[in-house]
């Protein structure tokens, strides 16, 4: 078999493409997917984030502007539904965020949509990096565990909430600020400020009315002289 052209073999795989579509063969000139060649370009790079590289045991490919993803024995994950679109991760058994009906998801190995929630938009970056990750409906943003639960229901924040340091992490409700903790507890539900720091040695700054100050995880409030 001739093809347009052919890629290095990469862990027992080549890319080859012909007439504009792209497969895979083996060391033995066999396709991997001998029925269905794919719209996207699958030459492997040295990017995590490049879904080509079958890390977790999938690769993503596109065919009609729908996504999937393929083992190395050519078996594709979801052979019922494509996706609108995808973005490959690797936590846990997490393979990818996926978006179908204009909503996003997380997939894992077993094909299984993880949250009983869909979302508008799932931040791929910094996924899970202090155990949460962010979560829009309706331009509001919230954070899911990796249970995916979520970590306030009935607060819904203007941005991403910051990181957690030392149990609390920054929010910001309505253009004012406060602390939220891995409960979902607001610090000072009462006292909302016009802009707020992460905790350090227990404290953290803030800014009220044009007032600075400090405040500790015991309730206490320090105005700067």
Same mark, same amino acid.
């Given at each position: ?10 862990? $027992?795989? @080549? ?6 579509? /792209? ?18 370009? #699958? ?11 079958? /890390? @977790? ?5 596109? @065919?009609?502007?729908? *996504? ?7 078996? #594709? ?11 490959? *991760?690797?936590? +846990?058994?997490?393979? @990818? #965020? ?9 997939? +894992? ?14 931040? %791929? ?6 155990? /949460? ?19 306030? %229901?009935?607060?819904?924040? +203007? $941005?991403?909430?910051?990181?957690? *340091? ?20 607001? #610090?000072? %539900? ?19 009315? $044009? ?13 700067? %002289?």
């Amino acid at each position: 078999k001739w093809y347009d052209s052919i890629g290095y073999f990469y862990y $027992g795989l @080549s890319v080859v493409k012909l007439d504009g579509k /792209y497969n895979w063969i083996n060391v033995q000139g066999n396709l991997l997917s001998p029925q269905l060649w794919f719209d996207n370009d #699958l030459e492997p790079n040295q990017s995590l984030n490049n879904g080509n590289n079958f /890390y @977790s045991g999938f690769a993503t490919v596109v @065919s009609n502007n729908k *996504c999937n993803f393929i083992d190395r024995n050519g078996k #594709l994950l979801s052979p019922s539904i494509w996706y609108e679109d995808s973005h490959r *991760c690797f936590v +846990d058994d997490i393979i @990818s #965020l996926v978006k179908l009906d204009g909503k996003w998801n997380f997939i +894992d190995k077993e094909n299984k949509i993880l949250s009983p929630i869909w979302y508008d938009e799932i931040y %791929p970056y910094s996924l899970f990096l202090d155990g /949460y990750a962010t979560v829009i409906n309706g331009n509001k943003y919230n954070a899911v565990d990796r249970k995916f639960k979520i970590l306030s %229901p009935n607060l819904w924040f +203007d $941005g991403p909430k910051g990181q957690f *340091c030392e149990g609390y992490a920054t929010i910001k409700v309505n253009g004012k600020g406060n602390w939220i903790d891995k409960n979902g507890s607001v #610090l000072y %539900p009462n006292i909302w400020f016009n802009s707020v720091g992460d905790f350090y040695n227990g404290y953290a700054n803030f800014l009220y009315d $044009g007032v600075s100050g400090r405040v500790n995880i015991k309730g206490d409030v320090i105005w700067n %002289p």
